[in-house]
């Protein structure tokens, strides 16, 4: 028979199973605590001291201890509880997502506990800590769910994946990169534009990696030999920087693809301070569409994506996983769209649909 819950813990403390079928039992008693202590640390409740804390969360990893969400929110009578997990907040991309994931979750009635992993050590041991507080989790890319991770998760706790590589029994969603990339990849080539680079870390994430490939098949259908990338995070500083190297003959090119808008924007801006030609000199693209790339002179082009509409088809993904549906065996890939403005070369603006454009692939 099991140990009754020591009174005045409160319904919290219910022997959840865990992943690997550890129960808050089994935890408290891994780290000589009682389950109403290991029941405040999980619920973050602030009440323990810090070297208890770290007792239990170690006991927490060492079982791969995971509450059953339902079980939890039964159990403390919550409403249904989700996770988002992104990197961090910084630049218009993040917030959009987030803006649309948490108006998905408003709608369907569910609260949210953002998890931003930007300077966080243990990145996998946040993400197991978060799983104890909620009922399901999205992660934008791989980084913080790594295959331990995902494992402890399987099977107990809903997990959809945004932009992330694709890993067995974990829902992904996305957009498309690659074809878009190529299209307009070609669209700069075909201004006679020979001296391509492209701006971002195709290791950073797989997306900026897809880009990356549809960069390479504009070329090789050329019959050209594409330029190393020059790898960078995608943030406006690091835009700057390449810009002074442009400048400084260090790059040699005459037209810059970029990982996102917020690199496009910071070069050409940079270039222009400099007195610097663009289009005419060095035709700049970019990637997201964002709001300043409609204003700036010449206009950006880029590719749009739907940002907003990605949180929202990973709010809703997560709460049909929560309820009990299956995780879709195919990854859902939302349509991108080519914008054409005058940073490439062309005399006006105009928006032109990716031919390449669809919902799965």
């Not at 249904?80 to 979750?105: K, T, W």
């Not at 992993?117 to 799983?131: E, F, N, P, S, W």
């Not at 070329?219 to 835009?239: C, M, N, T």
């Not at 700036?296 to 997560?318: F, Y």
Request: proline share 6%; net charge negative.
């Amino acid at each position: 028979m099991a140990t009754p819950p020591e009174r005045g813990a409160g319904p919290s403390t219910a022997p959840i199973a865990g992943a690997s079928g550890a129960t808050i039992y089994s935890v408290a008693e891994l780290a000589g605590v009682s389950i109403a202590t290991v029941s405040r640390v999980l619920q973050g409740a602030g009440t323990v001291s810090s070297k208890t804390t770290e007792k239990v969360l170690a006991a927490v990893d060492e079982l791969n201890y995971v509450p059953l969400g339902a079980a939890r929110s039964l159990a403390v009578r919550q409403h249904e509880a989700h996770g988002l997990v992104l990197p961090e907040l910084s630049g218009p991309y993040y917030s959009e997502l987030l803006m649309g994931f948490e108006s998905r979750a408003a709608d369907l009635g569910q609260s949210v506990t953002l998890m931003l992993t930007d300077g966080k050590a243990d990145i996998a041991r946040a993400v197991r800590q978060l799983a104890t507080r909620v009922d399901g989790i999205a992660v934008f890319g791989s980084a913080a769910m790594p295959p331990a991770v995902a494992r402890a998760l399987h099977g107990q706790k809903p997990v959809v994946m945004i932009t992330g590589e694709p890993q067995d029994g974990i829902e992904s969603v996305g957009a498309e990169n690659a074809h878009s990339a190529e299209e307009l990849t070609e669209h700069v080539l075909a201004h006679g534009r020979m001296r391509l680079v492209f701006v971002g870390d195709p290791d950073g994430a797989p997306d900026i990696h897809e880009r990356h490939e549809g960069f390479v098949a504009a070329h090789r259908a050329r019959g050209l030999q594409p330029a190393e990338p020059v790898r960078v995070p995608f943030r406006e500083g690091e835009g700057e920087a390449v810009a002074e190297r442009l400048l400084a003959g260090e790059i040699d090119a005459d037209a810059v693809v970029c990982a996102n808008d917020e690199l496009a924007l910071s070069i050409m801006s940079r270039l222009q301070d400099a007195g610097r030609d663009v289009p005419g000199e060095f035709a700049i693209v970019g990637w997201d569409d964002v709001m300043a790339s409609r204003y700036v002179r010449p206009g950006m082009t880029t590719v749009r994506q739907p940002v907003r509409e990605l949180g929202i088809l990973a709010a809703d993904r997560l709460h049909q996983r929560v309820q009990g549906g299956e995780p879709l065996a195919e990854r859902q890939v939302l349509p991108t769209q080519v914008i054409i403005r005058g940073s490439c070369g062309c005399a006006s603006s105009r928006s032109t649909p990716s031919p390449t454009e669809r919902r799965t692939r």
